[in-house]
């Protein structure tokens, strides 16, 4: 029966290894998706200072003024013909849009810092990209207290720094 439970204990450890091994590997994949972001804005925006550039831009804003104007109940009013009152509804329409788009990026990013990651589309989609055990070990960490509840960058690194883990 010792032998038993000292296998299993070994097993064990083995397998706490592989998965912080794969912990690891996640968080490497997460930068690189992260930095990979960083490179893919940077390159748009260089594309709209470039050849061409002014034709996508001009079609965004477009786009967005066509959004902006629905929203404000002015959909098939030509901006030239706007009345001051219309004028002042689209500019707040347009307020309220610009605040809507930066909300969402500031939510995404306040998740990744300190909400839980694993209610991030991409991150989903990565943690499906490894093993099937180890989102139940990412679940682990979460129930067991080391996450406080939820995965977060902040406590997957505090948990791999941990001198007992890796």
Known sequence: MKLIIENW?????EEDKNNVVLLKDFVKSLAIIAQASDDAETELEERRTGAGGRKRESARRAKTAKI???????????????????????????KEF?????????????????????ELPI????????????????????TQG?????????????????PGQG
């Open 9 to 13: 204990r070994g097993y064990l450890q």
């Open 68 to 94: 902006v104007k629905q929203r404000a109940g002015l959909a098939g009013i030509k901006m030239k013909d706007f009345t001051p009152e219309q004028r002042r509804l689209y500019d707040l329409a347009k």
């Open 98 to 118: 610009e605040m809507a788009n930066e909300a969402e990026d500031i939510a995404a990013m306040n998740t990744l810092a300190h909400g839980d990651i694993l």
């Open 123 to 142: 991150v989903k989609q990565l943690v499906n990209t490894f093993p099937s055990g180890f989102k139940s070990f990412l679940t682990s960490l979460a």
């Open 146 to 162: 080391a996450c406080q509840g939820a995965i977060t960058l902040t406590c997957l690194i505090m948990f791999l720094h941990d």
